[in-house]
């Protein structure tokens, strides 16, 4: 399924949402008070959105740019935007996506990691598809956003497993959603909020690739316990060529 909302629907969805307080110190000037703004950047990387790769690295991981590290406050904003309601921060958060997808090059088509059938019926909406809608307004041309990826099985949640639990978790999970129409060879960005052990972004791209697609990844945030690659420059992966 192609993903597409009018800009005035996304507006209005997210004025429907509008706490008044700031998601992160719980002090006026919703949804992000100034000094929690800048807070917010100083997560990101030096230098903005760049490769990473999660220490130890799993077999299988796409290459992956992320903007930010995975720590306070945006690691709270990130759980308060998908589990507290705070869905008027999709716009901050679609910004820091924003960055990692530019840096990522160009693609044919981004494709969202598939919530959990649990975590739906649990927040009722998607809303990983919603920043990737909102992140991919400001990308240069129309990248077509595809609901290419569903899940095959249940998983468990992965938060409070181990490296391996993780693995094992979402291992075979994934299969290419029977609607999608993807052409072989086709350059697909995988987008998730965060990369921990990078277990799922392995799990997304094996599915992809079954359908002869090209993966790359991009995520808001990764874990601190993350290496960045290249030695403190932004790094472009606009010529990067599948290995
Ligand atoms: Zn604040």
């Known amino acids: 399924m192609v993903l597409t909302a009018a800009w005035g629907d996304v507006a209005a969805l997210v004025e429907t949402v509008l706490p008044r307080r700031c998601a992160a110190c719980g002090g006026p000037g919703g949804p992000l008070c100034p000094p929690c703004s800048v807070a917010v950047l100083a997560t990101r990387h030096p230098g903005g959105a760049r490769l990473v790769r999660p220490d130890p690295c799993p077999v299988g991981l796409p290459p992956t740019v992320a903007t930010a590290r995975l720590e306070a ?5 990130l759980t308060a935007y998908k589990d507290a309601d705070r869905r008027d921060l ?3 958060l679609a910004g ?4 990692a997808m530019r840096v990522s090059g160009e693609v044919d088509l981004i494709v969202p990691v598939p919530a959990s059938r649990r975590s739906r019926r649990r927040r009722g909406d998607r809303p990983l598809e919603l920043l990737c809608l909102l992140a991919a307004r400001t990308l240069p041309g129309r990248v077509r956003i595809l609901r290419a990826l569903q899940p095959r099985r249940a998983t468990r949640d992965q938060s409070g497993l181990d490296r391996r639990a993780r693995a094992d978790n ?3 999970s994934m299969q290419l959603h029977p609607g999608a129409r993807c052409p072989a060879g086709a350059r ?3 987008v998730d909020d965060i990369v921990t052990t990078g277990a ?3 799990e997304g791209s094996r599915a992809l690739a079954e359908g002869g ?3 790359r990844a991009a995520v808001i ?3 601190t316990r993350t290496r960045l690659s290249g030695a403190g420059m932004p790094t472009s992966v606009g010529s990067w060529k599948p290995p």
């Open 213 to 215: 697609l090209v993966v």
């Open 170 to 172: 979402v291992r075979d």
């Open 221 to 223: 945030a990764a874990t």
């Open 73 to 77: 406050p945006l690691r709270g904003l």
């Open 90 to 92: 999709a716009p901050v």
């Open 96 to 99: 820091l996506l924003a960055e």
């Open 200 to 202: 799922t972004l392995v």
């Open 188 to 190: 697909v960005l995988l």
